[in-house]
């Protein structure tokens, strides 16, 4: 079965540094997605993306977070200056066409450690 | 936000034994729900769903069962097997929010030989 693949698996960085979480969808799915999980938490939705445009962001996805789709094939999540609460495992997903009775394929995840 | 709960953090049960895992939630504006099943080091992989408008889902060894109007939802396992133990999360989907899921804690099932 097709998977959707996130590099790397395991990100360390410094508070106040930007990071980038990458991501390569399904082909030919046309909805991304990220979610994360902090540690002992619940998994929570940031944000769905399609057609080159945020369709739906939570609260979480504030000024700090951009996603982007830089090419025709990658996923991008970048986080501008981290802090300490952003570690948490990051998922991105995807979908063939966002319609409500759809599954989500999520990849195995970004763990982020923000020392 | 505790709008899904999952109120057993863990569930054993011996192998060809019903797992029975249980999900509540509080926003009526939930219309559709998904059941996910997370390995450790992978993503969660999708198992079942059921949308607001059925009561049961049946697919192989895996039920979803809907009470609307207790606002609850239960996955059965029968018989279930050692492979199934995992984490299990219960996610539901407001109308008209897309793909945004708003997931209940996991409950993990070990399934004992």
């Known amino acids: 079965e097709p998977e959707v693949t996130q590099t790397p698996s395991h990100q360390v960085t410094q508070m106040g540094q930007e990071v980038i979480l990458r991501c390569v969808p399904i082909?030919?799915?046309?909805?991304f997605y990220w979610y994360r999980q902090i540690l002992g938490q619940k998994v929570e939705f940031l944000v769905s993306?399609?057609?080159?445009?945020?369709?739906?962001k939570s609260e979480i996805f504030d000024d700090q977070f951009s996603v982007e789709r830089p090419d025709g094939s990658n996923f991008t999540l970048k986080i501008r200056s981290t802090k300490l609460e952003d570690s948490a495992m990051y998922f991105c997903a995807s979908s063939i066409q966002g319609i409500p009775n759809e599954k989500l394929f999520f990849g195995s995840g970004t763990q982020l450690s923000v020392l | 936000d505790q709008q899904v709960k999952q109120n057993s953090p863990s569930l054993s049960v011996q192998e060809g034994r019903i797992s029975i895992l249980n999900c509540d939630y509080t926003?009526?504006?939930?219309?559709?729900f998904l059941w996910y099943k997370k390995y450790p080091a992978e993503g969660p992989t999708f198992l079942i769903s059921?949308?607001?408008?059925?009561d049961k889902n049946e697919d192989g060894r895996f039920t979803v069962f809907l009470n609307k109007s207790a606002k609850h939802l239960s996955l059965h396992i029968v018989p279930s097997q050692p492979g199934d133990s995992a984490v299990y999360f219960c996610?539901?989907?407001?109308?008209?929010?897309?793909?945004?899921?708003?997931f209940g804690g996991g409950t993990r099932l070990m399934v004992k030989p």
């Open positions: 082909s030919n799915h046309l909805y």
């Open positions: 926003n009526s504006m939930f219309d559709y």
């Open positions: 993306f399609y057609n080159n445009e945020i369709s739906e």
């Open positions: 996610a539901a989907r407001r109308n008209n929010a897309g793909n945004m899921l708003t």
């Open positions: 059921i949308s607001s408008i059925k």
